[in-house]
């Protein structure tokens, strides 16, 4: 039987918190694998409270190198750094064949990452090009890299913040009400970003009522329901409609 595996390919420190948290908790509270490979620390996009404080580069990447190994911590997932450089993160064949050999060496039986598209943010879809095409090459035998090959993972993108403006579209509704106290708690690690905090808690819970609306009714769900968003890069494969 194949060991469930989570793979998260995010941009920046916090985006794995805010978009999967969820996803990651509720992976590894079945005693499943959770592997977060965090390109860049988003210490020049994504810490602005910081350099107003008049921190320096380094100084700054390693706070957020602490908030992201706490936030991994709490959601119970292993996080791994590759401090790739962000705004702008560039699509780079070295970084896919890091990618590739993450791949080859957690074997994953899912993928999350970002959508390919972010008018606003171009180191999301730059994240998300790597981790697809890393998929392809990883279950390639002829790629030269350690390892054996992947097979062919779901690949599932995380809800981007703003998602009307990115092409998402949500297709899958996942209840984590049962983690969401993890997933806040991982959120307050993430200090230098705590104007999200609240963002994400009131689109956690604007997701969890779709979920029942969807689920339909008599379902035992709880008052306070919460939920995330996600949509699928490839068609799922299945013997049953449901």
Known sequence: MTEEHTLVVTAH??????????????AASRGEKVTIACLTFGERGESAAEWRAGKGLEEIKASRREEAEAAAAVLGADVRFFDAGDYPLKVSDELTH?????????????VLTHTL?????????????????ARVLAGAIGYPAEGEVVGAPPVFAFEPHQPEMCGFTPEVLLDITEVWDTKRKAMECLSAQQHLWDYYTDLGKRRGVQLKRNAGPNLGFPSSTYGEAYMRFYPQVTERLA
């Open 117 to 133: 598209e972010d008018p606003y943010n171009g180191d999301h879809p730059a994240a998300a090009r790597m981790a697809l095409d």
């Open 13 to 26: 420190a916090g985006d794995f918190v805010w978009r999967a948290g969820g996803a990651i908790a509720l």
């Open 98 to 110: 890091q990618l590739i050999e993450l791949y080859r060496a957690t074997q994953p039986t899912v």
